[in-house]
């Protein structure tokens, strides 16, 4: 049984810093295409970052390049998202989430929503301004 389990969200001020995590079990993680992605009550969920976990290949919404990065460790068979200078739009519900199938190619890696079989419970990220 696939259970991906989020970790590490909070509540900052603008400007923060946050690590989220994502461990993974019953699923490797260490070859696979998985994502973050963000809700706000009443909107629709926006992937934040994605990436292939072989090569370690990335893809981000442009309202966080450069503050954020998604990473992996394959020792742990976990994914991150680091977040930095934090602000209040960044607030949400965040999810990571799994394909039930690796692919090389890196757009059909990054996928859909709908293509994402695999989802945490979510940590909430809070930013006061």
């Known amino acids: 049984q696939v259970q991906l389990v989020e970790s590490g969200g909070g509540s900052v001020q603008a400007g923060g810093s946050l690590r989220l995590s994502c461990a993974a079990s019953g699923y490797n993680a260490n070859r696979a295409c998985m994502a973050w992605f963000r809700q706000v009550p009443g909107e629709e969920r926006e992937r934040v970052a994605a990436?292939?976990?072989?090569?370690?290949?990335?893809v981000y919404v442009d309202s966080v390049k450069g503050r954020f990065t998604i990473s992996r460790d394959s020792a742990k068979n976990t994914m991150y998202l680091q977040m930095h200078s934090l602000k209040p739009e960044d607030a949400a519900m965040y999810f990571c989430?799994?394909?039930?199938?690796?692919?090389?190619?890196?757009?059909?890696?990054?996928?859909?929503?709908?293509?994402?079989?695999?989802w945490g419970q979510g940590t909430q990220v809070t930013v006061s301004s």
């Open positions: 990436i292939d976990t072989n090569v370690g290949k990335t």
């Open positions: 989430a799994a394909r039930d199938f690796y692919y090389r190619d890196a757009a059909r890696c990054v996928g859909a929503i709908s293509d994402y079989r695999y």
